[in-house]
């Protein structure tokens, strides 16, 4: 029987380090032109010795929470700081050793039961318990050098899936995750609800000159791509000129066996509304060979709505639907059993939302029959973007919503110290570009996770290279 370390926290610190994106990214009711990107640096003490790790996250607006009626600075970043704050004072005050698995049921109980006493969505609670999650799992990846799929598979971590869902009592971790990790991945291109389709459709004002591709065709030539991500806004006929434009964008550039997921923004009160749109675009006859190419719908439904009792009577009166999914619906470890219920066919895997919960649904998943992707709002290396590609590549999904790199420039951001130290760690997953940072390398619409897959849970960088990244962050109250 495989060991199992004893942990406890010993010490959290922040850092945060601003950043812009070269062009808006324009998603639902959001347009995102800077965020500021949280690192977390954990001491973790491992059967009496020290370790530490690190995590990361780009903190984007309105994603966690969606009101249109208030700003980024007044409401979705104090909520994030809140709860990423609250979630590290909770992981230090756990006063004894206990597994890896131990310790995220005591802290996420601890940060669940106060987002309820203080009315905070569950989907911003486990934002903070998903970082302090990371941290502890990568300091203890370093401190055992060994990596994400070994832990796994061994069980190094102490997980019971029984305890996560009901369903998968005595289903062995080994039996679950025992293949080989992915060596690469699709990147799904995102295009967003502004991005501009062709060269032509960029104006001189809003040219960027850092070498990197912008127009979604310079995209597909420059990456080789072949998956691709639609998202919707809502209004039939600006869907409808956009999805025609597609279509035949896709025809004349894009690879002829190229596949596309849409994304439905949470725009729609329920089934029967998005039904309706999403029949008649696929009537169309402009529109209709892009539904050829379609693998899945993610989150059409608000989240308010989204898992409530009608939604099963919507699906059960739509005859050959397409494969519907929740992303922002997940929200606590029993909401993929409930959108199952309800005839959705799976979920979303994110770092931010948790790992062992993605652990668990990964094998739920595997054991229905039902669809697991990959998504990302734009996550950024050299931390958040590859221990998000190393559970990718556990978890087995191969392609992957992939728009950081086309939303940032590469890790222009950081020091050059920084970039020269992952050049030098990950030559397989970046590549020096045209103005001299390292960006990320993608190859006949791939990307490579062989340095990811065997470095401490993705990153093969000391922690050291960060101690000057970002400013210092003093915490302050968790009141």
């Excluded at 808006?24 to 954990?42: D, K, L, N």
């Excluded at 006063?95 to 109980?109: G, I, V």
């Excluded at 992952?422 to 340095?451: C, M, Q, V, W």
């Amino acid at each position: 029987m495989t060991d199992i370390p004893k942990i406890q926290v010993r010490e959290i610190r922040f850092s945060i380090l601003p950043t812009q994106t070269r062009f808006p990214f324009r998603y639902g009711i959001a347009a995102m032109t800077e965020a500021p990107h949280w690192f977390v640096r954990c001491e973790l003490e491992v059967n009496g010795e020290m370790a530490v790790g690190l995590a990361s996250e780009g903190l984007p607006p309105k994603w966690f929470t969606k009101n249109g009626d208030t700003s980024f600075e007044e409401d979705d970043y104090p909520g994030m700081k809140r709860v990423i704050v609250q979630a590290a004072a909770f992981a230090k005050a756990i006063d004894e050793p206990l597994s890896f698995f131990d310790f995220w049921q005591a802290l996420k109980r601890q940060q669940d039961q106060w987002a309820v006493r203080e009315a905070i969505p569950p989907l911003l609670a486990q934002l903070g318990t998903a970082l302090m999650e990371r941290a502890v799992l990568d300091a203890l990846s370093r401190f055992l050098e060994r990596p994400l799929h070994c832990l796994v598979a061994d069980n190094v971590l102490g997980v019971r899936l029984g305890e996560v869902h009901s369903e998968l009592e005595g289903v062995k971790m080994a039996k679950a995750f025992g293949r080989a990790p992915l060596a690469s991945v699709c990147a799904r291109h995102t295009v967003g609800l502004a991005d501009p389709l062709t060269d032509s459709d960029i104006s001189e004002s809003e040219r960027i000159d850092d070498g990197l591709p912008h127009s979604l065709v310079s995209n597909i030539h420059h990456y080789g791509l072949t998956h691709f991500k639609l998202k919707l806004c809502g209004d039939l006929e600006t869907d409808r000129d956009r999805l025609r434009e597609l279509t035949a964008l896709f025809a004349l550039e894009a690879p002829e066996n190229y596949r596309v997921t849409i994304d439905g923004n949470e725009q729609y009160s329920n089934v029967e509304a998005f039904r309706d749109h999403f029949l008649e675009h696929a009537a169309d006859s402009e529109i209709a060979p892009i539904f050829d190419h379609l693998i899945f719908v993610e989150q059409p439904i608000h989240r308010d709505h989204a898992l409530s009792d009608a939604v099963r009577a919507g699906f059960e009166n739509w005859k050959n639907a397409p494969p519907v999914i929740i992303d922002e619906s997940d929200s606590s470890v029993g909401s993929l059993s409930r959108a199952l219920e309800l005839g959705y066919a799976g979920t979303s895997h994110k770092n931010c939302k948790g790992i062992v919960k993605s652990l668990a649904n990964r094998v739920l998943l595997d054991q229905v029959g039902g669809v697991m992707s990959a998504e990302d709002i734009a996550n950024l290396g050299p931390v958040a973007l590859l221990q998000d590609l190393a559970m990718v590549a556990l978890l087995q999904i191969d392609h992957v919503e992939r728009n950081g790199h086309h939303y940032f420039a590469g890790l222009s951001m950081y020091p050059d110290s920084l970039q020269g130290a992952t050049l030098a760690a990950h030559p397989d997953l970046y590549a020096t570009s045209e103005k001299e940072f390292p960006a990320l390398r993608i190859t006949d619409g791939r990307i490579s996770l062989n340095s990811i897959n065997v470095a401490p849970f993705g990153v093969g960088l000391e922690v050291a290279c960060f101690d000057k990244v970002g400013r210092l962050e003093v915490t302050g109250s968790t009141r």
